[in-house]
């Protein structure tokens, strides 16, 4: 089946820095990629949506240059917290969807995020 | 909107006992439906999907769901829980027509599995 892999799968860091989550679709190749956040005991949130080779798609309320995404190549996607605070303390999870005319969307393992 | 509402925030079944999770949805049109479960450390994953074909699905790990459009619901349901079942499980429906709609997830429901 398709996998999808996140990195790293924890981090911690201190505030003001900015943080790197990588997003690997292992045995596909994937058009479109998307980013969710999820709150403790709530439920995913989605932030942006990025397709290879173009500019992502921001969800309302997501802050484009507090989040940066790039989605260089069909397998690669990566998410930039830029200047953390703590509240962007979260869990951060990657999703992959084969083509456009899939519905079905392949979720990474998350990444928990923790900036003190 | 498309919106979708997980009815129990916790279920607590016996291990060979039946389970039921309940959501209901809300869409202006003939929606795709999903069930997604979240094991801790792991990627979410699909458990089944409507998609406007039969209304009963039988998706993996002996699960499955019924589209009731009448009752505007998509319970999740297994006649014998395990406890490798317990989980979280969200119900998501697509936000587009067809193919070109984003996830909207439920709140999640988290399933305890008593020995």
């Known amino acids: 089946g398709a996998v999808v892999s996140q990195h790293p799968s924890r981090v911690i860091c201190k505030s003001g820095t900015s943080v790197k989550i990588e997003c690997r679709s292992l045995?596909?190749?994937?058009?479109?990629m998307f980013w969710y956040r999820q709150f403790p005991k709530q439920s995913l949130m989605l932030m942006a949506t990025s397709n290879e080779g173009s500019k992502a798609t921001y969800e309302q309320g997501v802050e484009k240059d507090k989040f940066l995404i790039n989605h260089a190549s069909l397998t690669l996607s990566t998410l930039t917290v830029t200047s953390a605070h703590p509240e962007d303390s979260s869990f951060y999870i990657c999703?992959?969807?084969?083509?456009?005319?899939?519905?079905?969307?392949?979720f990474g393992p998350g990444t928990r995020l923790l900036v003190l | 909107a498309q919106s979708v509402t997980q009815l129990d925030s916790h279920v607590s079944v016996s291990e060979g006992t039946p389970v039921l999770l309940r959501c209901n949805y809300s869409?202006?049109?003939?929606?795709?439906l999903f069930w997604y479960v979240q094991h801790p450390n792991k990627g979410l994953q699909l458990l089944l999907k409507?998609?406007?074909?039969?209304?009963l699905v039988k998706g993996i790990n002996g699960f499955e769901a019924e589209f009731k459009k009448s009752e505007t619901s998509f319970h999740l349901t297994k006649p014998s829980a395990h406890m490798s079942d317990a989980a979280e499980y969200f119900c998501?429906?697509?936000?587009?027509?067809?193919?070109?709609?984003?996830?909207?997830f439920g709140k999640g429901t988290k399933l305890s599995v008593k020995p």
């Open positions: 999703s992959a969807r084969v083509t456009r005319n899939q519905e079905t969307q392949y």
């Open positions: 869409s202006s049109y003939s929606p795709s």
């Open positions: 409507y998609t406007s074909a039969a209304t």
């Open positions: 045995d596909f190749q994937a058009t479109t």
């Open positions: 998501v429906v697509s936000d587009g027509a067809g193919s070109q709609g984003n996830l909207i």
